[in-house]
T-cell receptor, first 114, second 115 residues
Framework: RKEVEQDPGPFNVPEGATVAFNCTYSNSASQSFFWYRQDCRKEPKLLMSVYSSGNEDGRFTAQLNRASQYISLLIRDSKLSDSATYLC???????????????FGQGTILTVHP | DVKVTQSSRYLVKRTGEKVFLECVQDMDHENMFWYRQDPGLGLRLIYFSYDVKMKEKGDIPEGYSVSREKKERFSLILESASTNQTSMYLC??????????????FGPGTRLTVT
């Protein structure tokens, strides 16, 4: 089983749509969770961290369910500029010796069309 | 702004050649990472380093080695390049927790083709 699993998509949605991505992780010791965004032919960049209580940043909402080891990202009112690959990312902090090591999901491709 | 630079954007090498990929970060970060990214497989960690001269194997270290002689520079070495090492190579850096974000800052990547 992969450490971090995502539906690779692709998701094709019209502008203005709401789209949700899901991700599961296998290591119950995982401490920190993130969504990264990667534009075509570019490097990944942090989109947002995911907190236990859920958090929102504008049109983006992230949720974490530790019991089910499940993370989600919701994008409301999709824009053309949201087209990218969204990477689910997990850090497993085993006694403080992870050295910031992250495990990346394979990514979910989103295309927003006019 | 954090800046991570990689020595080449595109590189073409022949099978059996020794290949050096260099990465430099300007934020005094303790941690540095080398990944490869392949379609359908995502980002896979090759090696990482948490201090000068310190290195740890990642998930796919076979066929690679690394060097970190200075804090800002982390090199990936392919001792004898093979065609299955054709890939996009991404370098990243991050500051040391606790109390800081785990955010990793990536370089633009090097697309390596081995023929």
């Amino acid at each position: 089983r992969k450490e971090v699993e995502q539906d690779p998509g692709p998701f094709n949605v019209p502008e203005g749509a709401t789209v949700a991505f899901n991700c599961t992780y296998s290591n119950s010791a995982s401490q920190s969770f993130f969504w990264y965004r990667q534009d075509c032919r570019k490097e990944p960049k942090l989109l947002m961290s995911v907190y236990s209580s859920g958090n929102e940043d504008g049109r983006f909402t992230a949720q974490l369910n530790r019991a089910s080891q499940y993370i989600s990202l919701l994008i409301r009112d999709s824009k053309l500029s949201d087209s990218a690959t969204y990477l689910c990312v997990v850090n497993a902090n085993a006694g403080g010796t992870s050295y910031g090591k992250l495990t990346f999901g394979q990514g979910t491709i989103l295309t927003v069309h006019p | 702004d954090v800046k991570v630079t990689q020595s080449s954007r595109y590189l073409v090498k022949r099978t059996g050649e020794k290949v050096f990929l260099e990465c430099v970060q300007d934020m005094d970060h303790e941690n540095m990472f080398w990944y490869r990214q392949d379609p359908g497989l995502g980002l896979r960690l090759i090696y990482f380093s948490y201090d000068v001269k310190m290195k740890e194997k990642g998930d796919i270290p076979e066929g690679y080695s690394v060097s970190r002689e200075k804090k800002e520079r982390f090199s990936l070495i392919l001792e004898s390049a093979s065609t299955n090492q054709t890939s996009m190579y991404l370098c990243a850096s991050s500051s040391e927790p606790p109390g800081t974000s785990y955010e990793q800052y990536f370089g633009p990547g090097t697309r390596l083709t081995v023929t």
